[in-house]
Every structure is written in C-alpha cells, then in structure tokens.
Nanobody, 124 residues
Framework: QVQLVESGGGLVQAGGSLRLSCAAS????????MMWFRQAPGQEREFVAG????????HYTDSVKGRFSVSRDNANNTVYLQMNSLKPDDTAVYYC?????????????????WGKGTLVTVSS
C-alpha cells in the first residue's frame, strides 16, 4: 500500500518561506518521478513543480520559477518543496504525487499515487 504524506503547510505572511515535505512509503522510491500540484479554492488542480527519477530533471510552472525549489532525498524516501517569497496567490492545498514513469507527468488523471494534501495560506 503506497502512501504519500505531506507536511509543512501553514499560515505565513507574504514574502515568507515554507518547506513542504512528502514522505513516501514506496519501496522503489528512487524509481518514481515526484510532482507537486496545488489547488486553490474554486480552481482546478495545477502542476507546480516536479523532479524525475531517471535524470533528476526538474520543472516548474512559470509562476513559481525562481521562488520554489524541488528536491528529493532517495535515502529517506522524501521529496521537498522549498517555497520562498510567497505571495497570496500561492494560497492553496498542495499535493504530492508519484508516478513510476521516468519523466514528469502533468496529466492529473494519469498519475499513479496522490497524497491528501497540506494547506498553505499566505496572508497579505
């Protein structure tokens, strides 16, 4: 049974930072591409950042480039999302996602596993 458990969300003022963690109970974690998505109230879930397992390639949505950084620790089955210079528009539930393909997957319906999410609220 694969589980993804996010942590690190909370309330922060604009300009502040948070680091999200996603602990994965996947035996072959190093062979899973890991993605972060977010869903703001009343909006669709959107891709935020991801890191592939095959090459370690990272990719970010334009709105977070230069502010967010995704990384992984294969020894501890954990993926991180460092979020700096947070804006009120970053307020959302952030979801961790895992897929066994060697590249990033952007189609929500195609992803193998999802966490339950962690809420990030950025106040102005």
């Amino acid at each position: 049974q694969v589980q993804l458990v996010e942590s690190g969300g909370g309330l922060v003022q604009a300009g502040g930072s948070l680091r999200l963690s996603c602990a994965a109970s996947i035996r072959t974690f190093s062979r899973y591409s890991m993605m972060w998505f977010r869903q703001a109230p009343g909006q669709e879930r959107e891709f935020v950042a991801g890191i592939s397992w095959s090459s370690g390639t990272t990719h970010y949505t334009d709105s977070v480039k230069g502010r967010f950084s995704v990384s992984r620790d294969n020894a501890n089955n954990t993926v991180y999302l460092q979020m700096n210079s947070l804006k009120p528009d970053d307020t959302a539930v952030y979801y961790c996602a895992a897929d066994s393909r060697p590249y990033l997957v952007f189609a929500i319906s195609a992803i193998d596993y999802w966490g339950k999410g962690t809420l990030v609220t950025v106040s102005s």
